[in-house]
């Protein structure tokens, strides 16, 4: 039986993927083998000694503390593209509610009700303070071309919106599913310059966090549209607040609002709503819960932010599953061991990402504890699985 912690609600599409019978799943079970996380911040969380797989319900993996779970053997899962067209439609919305002060309206007309005006009457007296400009014709650049950011640019185009992409690791798929309208920019300058409304698709990372800073914001355009739907930590907010009251941005949405962003003006703040659609959250519950029960228990590794994929069909009795690092010598060190001990290798891949790697062995026999004791104790191996078929 594997044990299931959840870390935020999951939705019961997912859950129903992880079988009673092999799978006890719940928020509060201990010594858990995997764990299923939503939003929740993991970077202070102490790892169970089992612990052996991590499946993010989401694309964005920075609550999690990767490198602690890399060096530890554990699997880190996300779900790509799952919640790509949730995200795309609320940019759609976003973009207009940068445009046209929707929610600063809205919120008018009910504090005019609140103070016992005629709302029919005042609405036509009041609403030319709510003007805001259409965008066809605009120029939008799109930050990051990934599942979503070219989504983003691609209905753009059809809302009349000259588009230019960046991504400087624009990926094939990527490139293949990307409007031929959308022009291809190759540095941030060339956006920042040119585009009336720019909007945010990349990972929070060490080098992206921050990025919409002051020097970016000087290079823009005045009265520019900022819409973030990526993460918060990727505008410098002290600078986003001097730029809004200035005017130099016309316009920031947020998903990540916080109690400093709040202040200032012109900013329209959502609560981190991108991917709280029930087609989204099935999709992503579906799709981690996959992943989970496929390495739980087979040990094929798919969609991994910390490790490579590798799947292997079983062709034994036997699987042992070695995640180390991907330094030389690793693979003799391990075959090395196993033709000491006169076991016989069926099947067998290897893969690396980075600075780690996963083998795969399949065996015709059962191989004893000692063996994977043996290879868990070799330099560099973070952990060891022995499997039975
Ligand atoms: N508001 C919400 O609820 C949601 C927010 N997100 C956020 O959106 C981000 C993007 O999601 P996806 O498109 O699904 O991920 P993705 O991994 O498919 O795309 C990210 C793209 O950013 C590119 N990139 C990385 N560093 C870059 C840089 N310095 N400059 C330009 N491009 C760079 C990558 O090459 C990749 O193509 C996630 O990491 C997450 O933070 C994702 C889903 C929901
Ligand atoms: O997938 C992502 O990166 C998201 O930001 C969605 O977060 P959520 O699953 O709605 O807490």
Redesign the pocket.
């Known amino acids: 039986m594997f044990r299931i912690k959840t870390l935020n609600k999951i939705s019961p599409a997912g859950l129903s993927v992880l079988d009673q019978t092999r799978f006890s799943v719940s928020d509060d079970v201990e010594n858990e083998d995997g764990i299923l996380v939503r939003?929740a911040d993991m970077h202070e969380y102490q790892f169970s000694d089992n612990l052996r797989a991590i499946a993010r319900a989401?694309?964005?993996?920075?609550n999690i503390p990767i490198d602690r779970c890399s060096e530890a053997g554990i699997v880190v899962f996300n779900t790509?593209?799952a919640?790509?067209n949730?995200?795309k439609e609320?940019a759609v919305c976003a973009l207009l509610m940068a445009s046209r002060k929707i929610t600063a309206g809205a919120e008018w007309v009910r504090t005019q009700a609140g103070a016992g005006a005629d709302v029919e009457k005042v609405v036509e007296k009041g609403k030319s303070q709510f003007v805001g400009p259409e965008l066809s014709g605009k120029m939008l650049g799109v930050?990051?071309?990934?599942?979503?950011?070219?989504q983003v640019a691609n209905i753009a185009t059809k809302l009349g919106m000259t588009v230019f992409g960046?991504?400087?690791?624009?990926?094939v798929d990527?490139a293949l599913s990307l409007s031929r309208l959308v022009h291809r920019a190759m540095d941030?300058e060339t956006i920042y310059k040119n585009c009336d409304y720019i909007t945010?698709?990349?990972?929070?990372?060490p080098?992206?966090r921050g990025?919409i800073n002051e020097d970016a914001m000087h290079m823009m355009k005045g009265g520019v549209r900022i819409i973030n739907?990526?993460?918060g930590g990727l505008v410098n907010d002290d600078d986003m607040l001097v730029a809004l009251e200035s005017g130099k941005v016309a316009a920031y949405v947020t998903?990540?609002p916080n109690n400093k962003i709040l202040q200032g003006k012109n900013v329209v703040a959502?609560p981190?709503?991108?991917?709280?659609t029930p087609e989204?959250e099935e999709n992503c519950a579906v799709m981690a819960a996959q992943e989970l029960k496929d390495y739980l228990e087979n040990g094929n590794i798919k969609n991994s932010v910390n490790l490579p994929t590798l799947v292997q069909e079983w062709s034994g009795e036997s699987r042992l599953c070695i995640i180390h690092k991907n330094v030389p010598g690793a693979i003799a060190n391990i075959t090395g061991l196993l033709s000491k001990d006169g076991v016989n290798v069926e099947n067998m891949t290897n893969k690396s990402k980075k600075e780690y790697a996963y083998t795969v062995v399949d065996v015709g026999t059962r191989v004893s504890q000692t063996v994977a004791d043996e290879i868990r104790a070799l330099d560099g191996v973070c952990r060891v699985r022995l499997l039975n078929h």
């Open positions: 939003s989401g694309a964005g993996t920075n790509p593209g919640n790509a949730a995200v609320l930050i990051g071309l990934g599942a979503i950011g070219v960046y991504d400087p690791f624009l990926s990527a941030l945010l698709h990349v990972p929070q990372t080098e992206t990025m739907l990526a993460r998903d990540f959502i981190h709503l991108g991917a709280s989204s």
